[in-house]
C-alpha cells in the first residue's frame, strides 16, 4: 500500500517571502501522479498542482512550484511571494495510475501560517 | 460548472441515530468519491463510483455505512447507529474521468453527541 508523509505539521512564513512543504511517499509502482491540495479554514479544498511521475520536468503554476524527485520519492511545494490568502492546511496526496480505482492517498497536512 | 455542493454543510446528532449526507457533483462527472477526514488529519478514501455502479469501497467503511448513487447523479452516504467516533468531516469528490482531476466539495461536519 501506498503511503504519504508530511513531516511538517506547521510551517509560517514572511509575506512575500519564499516557504517550501516537504512530502515523501513511498511505493513501488513506477506510473502515478502527485498532487498538493489546499483546504483554506472553513473552505474547501482546491487543487494547487499536480505532477505526473513519468515526466521529469517540475511542474509549475504561478507562484507555486514543486521538486520532484522520483528516486527519493520526494514532493515538496514550493511557495514564492507568499501572500496572506495562502495561509491554509496542505496536503500532499498519491493516485496511482496503475490501478482502477483512482483514490487519492493524503499525507497528514502541514499548517501554513503567512505573518504581515 | 457550479462545483461540487454537499448538503447538511453541518450534523449534529445523537449516539445511535441514522443520518444521511447528499453530494451533487460536478454535471457530467461519471466519478464520485467520499473521504472522511478527522481533525488534524488528512482525508481518508471511503468509497468511489462510476456512474451508478459502487465500484470499491475502504474497510473503513463499515457495515453501518452505506453510499449509493441511484441514477448516477448525485449521492447519498448513510451511517445508521451513529457513534461518537463517527464524528468527522465527510468530503465529496468527483471527476470526468479516471484520471482527471478530483474536485472536492466543502463537506458535512458530523458531530455525534
Known amino acids: 500500500a501506498q503511503t504519504v508523509t508530511q513531516s511538517q505539521p506547521e510551517m509560517s512564513v514572511q509575506e512575500a517571502e519564499t516557504v517550501t512543504l516537504s512530502c515523501t511517499y513511498d511505493?513501488?509502482?513506477?506510473?502515478?501522479?502527485l498532487f498538493w491540495y489546499k483546504q483554506p479554514p472553513s473552505r474547501q479544498m482546491i487543487l494547487v498542482i499536480r505532477?505526473?511521475?513519468?515526466?521529469?520536468q517540475n511542474a509549475t503554476e504561478n507562484r507555486f512550484s514543486v521538486n520532484f524527485q522520483k528516486a527519493a520519492k520526494s514532493f515538496s511545494l514550493k511557495i514564492s511571494d507568499s501572500q496572506l490568502g495562502d495561509a491554509a492546511m496542505y496536503f500532499c496526496?498519491?493516485?496511482?495510475?496503475?490501478?482502477?480505482?483512482?483514490?487519492?492517498?493524503f499525507g497528514e497536512g502541514t499548517q501554513l501560517t503567512v505573518n504581515p | 460548472d457550479t462545483g461540487v455542493s454537499q448538503n447538511p454543510r453541518h450534523k449534529i446528532t445523537k449516539r445511535g441515530q441514522n443520518v444521511t449526507f447528499r453530494c451533487d457533483p460536478i454535471?457530467?462527472?461519471?466519478?464520485l468519491y467520499w473521504y472522511r477526514q478527522t481533525l488534524g488529519q488528512g482525508p481518508e478514501f471511503l468509497t468511489y463510483?462510476?456512474?451508478?455502479?459502487?465500484?470499491?469501497k475502504s474497510r473503513l467503511l463499515s457495515d453501518r455505512f452505506s453510499a449509493e448513487r441511484p441514477k448516477g447523479s448525485f449521492s447519498t452516504l448513510e451511517i445508521q447507529r451513529t457513534e461518537q467516533g463517527d464524528s468527522a468531516m465527510y468530503l465529496c469528490?468527483?471527476?470526468?474521468?479516471?484520471?482527471?482531476?478530483?474536485?472536492f466539495g466543502p463537506g458535512t461536519r458530523l458531530l455525534v453527541l
Open positions: 454535471s457530467e462527472h461519471n466519478r
Open positions: 469528490a468527483s471527476s470526468r474521468q479516471v484520471r482527471e482531476t478530483q474536485y
Open positions: 511505493t513501488s509502482e513506477s506510473d502515478y501522479y
Open positions: 496526496a498519491y493516485r496511482s495510475q496503475e490501478t482502477s480505482g483512482s483514490r487519492l492517498t
Open positions: 505532477q505526473e511521475a513519468y515526466k521529469q
Open positions: 463510483f462510476q456512474n451508478e455502479a459502487q465500484l470499491e
